[in-house]
């Protein structure tokens, strides 16, 4: 995959250093450290309840970590309280992030009573404040580029899973986000349409796009990704470039996770 050339010293997207997520006495992330540079894609694999999918809700701040520090472009959360009391302590700072960090869901969250054009239109417009015929612009841009440019007047019960999950990356993007997040994007698509979405996702990374990636797809992960990393039971069991953590796992935890993922 050739993809736009990075300064490999400049201030990483995202950081996230010696990150603890609990809830109650179940402790889901056990000091995990991830980085993403400006055009990386970071896949997150594992069985399920190995925390993925909490670590990428934490790096969006839609969930609360207990100790450890997250940082966007050098610039570290601030918090009030700890452990389980520990909350965000600029609700501003929060905001200003979230709309710098799209996030794409399993289950496309598109607004029902709206249109698909509508729905990629309303946060740049109700959330940043953009002029509504800008916005227009991009948001049928962005839905051509998605392959669905002939859906805008469509509503979201009248498209296909795969139509929908396009949707959703357009209405990310229209957010002109410095990094887009993916929670298992794919997984609620049967092949057919799973295709559909993972085109799109790979032709995202040959732009150069910045993008944490939790994903079930192995395939998907080892053609798009720059790093992958395996967590289990909330650690990182192992990481590394998709070229050797899957053709030489070193460990035997991942070793089985990739045997068990082949052969399903």
Not at 145 to 161: H, N, R
Not at 165 to 186: G, H, N, S, V, Y
Not at 255 to 262: D, E, H, I, K, P
Request: net charge negative.
């Amino acid at each position: 995959m050739t993809k736009p050339k990075t300064n490999d010293t400049q201030t990483p997207v995202i950081e996230i250093r010696n990150l603890h997520k609990s809830y109650g006495p179940l402790e889901v992330l056990k000091g995990v450290d991830i980085l993403a540079n400006r055009g990386d894609v970071v896949s997150l694999i594992g069985s399920s309840g190995s925390g993925k999918s909490t670590l990428l809700r934490c790096a969006n701040l839609l969930e609360d970590s207990q100790s450890g520090d997250i940082l966007f472009e050098g610039e570290p959360i601030s918090w009030r309280g700890q452990g389980l009391g520990r909350h965000p302590a600029d609700r501003a700072q929060v905001t200003r992030i979230r709309t710098n960090l799209s996030m794409v869901f399993q289950q496309f969250n598109l607004w029902a009573h709206m249109s698909i054009l509508q729905n990629v239109m309303e946060a740049p417009v109700t959330v940043l404040g953009e002029d509504r015929e800008a916005v227009e612009l991009r948001a049928r841009d962005l839905l051509a580029k998605v392959g669905i440019g002939d859906k805008c007047d469509a509503y979201p019960a009248q498209l296909s899973g795969g139509q929908q999950q396009r949707a959703a990356i357009a209405r990310a993007l229209c957010m002109q986000p410095k990094a887009l997040l993916f929670d298992e994007p794919t997984s609620a698509l049967d092949p057919e349409l799973e295709q559909e979405v993972v085109k799109v996702i790979k032709d995202l990374a040959n732009e150069g796009r910045t993008m944490i990636l939790v994903t079930h797809d192995m395939r998907l992960a080892n053609d798009v990704s720059d790093h992958v990393v395996f967590l289990h039971q909330g650690i990182i069991e192992e990481q590394g470039p998709p070229s050797t953590l899957f053709t030489a796992p070193k460990t035997a935890r991942l070793q089985q996770f990739l045997s068990a993922t082949v052969s399903a």
